[in-house]
């Protein structure tokens, strides 16, 4: 990164001396050893850093349901962290062009569900980020040699619930598009309004939330200000630099505004893995299982997804999913709307850097899926088994040159790979 000033290496490590890489979205962990895409410098006190990535893509979605679409996905992310005293404080905004470049009904993904557009559920889309995705604060304090406290809270930011945000997972960061569980693992990486508070050892994290439960509405350029109606509580582990553990369990006060009268109970498993890919590159994978409770009905979902790098130039990506979603969610005219439905997809993908440009890289790729539906979900289709490519331009900031910090037994682990997305 030529003309940046590189801040020296105490500045990227928090009060216990975990590297920034274990940061993920909202107050989550990755495992140490994850790559890092940032445009970084100093200053005077502060060290700032700009994340993000962006998706020119096309995308062509097959089927009775599918459609086509020209667009842009994307997502930057400005963090500025200082020490005060012996704390550490860190301001985090992050925003998002998607209801500019693909529009308030988002972009087609089929089977994808969740949130609405002009009063209706949508369906077959992936609906767009709002464009305040995070205004949060976090402030880290160290209580004894290795304890320390946390506090984060914000207007727009993400509860202890779930995994990492598919957008910030080192294994997801060559997919434009959202899995099909998002609403059953990660949705509530935007909430409007929340406050975390957690304490943590160098390889164990506990932390509770409180935080509006609403789904965003479909007017994506404001704050969706409510009360603190729902709450939330994690556990995450990172038993060594290449793994992160966590489970996690929350309580959504009517999330979705078409059924003000249903909340949901969520809870769910992730194991994140983070270690060295082929000829130099990285190698990143992510196994989620995820639930949603309404009333007496439990819907499950499962994903597996990897990144795999061969050397600095080429990477191969895949994802796998399972979700069972009711008629209701699918919005499947005529069909009881408690009926449930198990759906599967399969994803292999892509991408060749092709150029270099100041602090960052460009890249093309592609991705094509096929899922598999029932007959009854088949009819609505066309098909059994729909299928849908995407073809785009990447462009984010170059990896940053990574350390990792000593293991719990006092051996430097530390090693000139490539850390987080």
């Not at 995705?133 to 304090?141: G, N, V, Y």
């Not at 990172?238 to 309580?251: C, F």
């Amino acid at each position: 990164m030529q003309g940046m000033v590189m801040p020296p290496a105490m500045s990227m490590e928090d009060p216990l001396g975990l590297s920034h890489a274990r940061m993920g979205s909202g107050t989550s962990w990755l495992p140490d050893s994850s790559p890092m895409h940032a445009v970084h410098k100093m200053w005077g006190d502060w060290t700032v850093m700009l994340h993000g990535a962006a998706f020119g893509q096309y995308d062509d979605q097959s089927s009775a349901r599918g459609g086509r679409q020209f667009g842009v996905v994307d997502w930057e992310m400005l963090m500025a962290m200082r020490k005060i005293g012996t704390g550490m404080l860190h301001l985090h905004g992050m925003a998002s062009l998607e209801p500019l470049t693909i529009g308030a009904k988002g972009y087609p993904l089929l089977l994808q569900t969740g949130e609405s557009y002009r009063g209706a559920p949508l369906h077959d889309r992936q609906h767009p980020h709002d464009v305040f995705m995070e205004l949060a604060a976090l402030f880290q304090q160290p209580v004894a040699s290795n304890l320390a406290l946390e506090l984060y809270g914000g207007l727009a930011g993400e509860p202890a619930l779930g995994p990492v945000a598919f957008m910030h997972r080192p294994s997801a960061q060559s997919d434009p598009l959202a899995p099909l569980g998002h609403h059953w693992q990660d949705a509530t990486h935007i909430s409007f309004g929340v406050v975390t508070a957690g304490i943590y050892t160098r390889s164990v994290k506990v932390e509770g939330s409180v935080f509006n439960g609403r789904e965003p509405d479909e007017n994506r350029w404001n704050l969706d200000l409510r009360g603190l109606d729902s709450y939330s509580g994690r556990i995450t582990v990172n038993p060594t630099t290449r793994l992160s553990v966590a489970g996690w369990y929350g309580y959504l006060a009517s999330p979705e505004a078409l059924h003000p009268a249903e909340s949901v109970h969520r809870y769910g498993l992730s194991t994140l893995y983070a270690g060295r890919g082929l000829r130099g590159g990285a190698w990143a994978s992510s196994l989620v299982w995820g639930a949603n409770a309404l009333a007496s009905t439990v819907q499950n979902s499962a994903l597996a997804e990897t990144n795999l790098e061969i050397g600095k130039l080429n990477t191969l990506f895949g994802r796998a999913e399972y979700v069972r979603k009711s008629a209701q969610d699918l919005v499947l005219p005529g069909t009881p709307a408690d009926r449930a439905f198990d759906i599967r997809s399969v994803v292999a993908g892509y991408i060749r850097e092709v150029a270099s440009i100041r602090g960052g890289t460009i890249g093309i790729g592609g991705r094509a899926s096929i899922n598999f539906v029932p007959a009854a979900v088949g009819a609505y289709y066309g098909t059994r088994s729909p299928k849908g490519i995407s073809v785009y331009v990447r462009v984010r900031p170059n990896v940053m040159p990574s350390h990792e910090p000593m293991d719990m037994r006092g051996m430097d682990m530390s090693r000139s790979s490539t850390p987080r997305n």
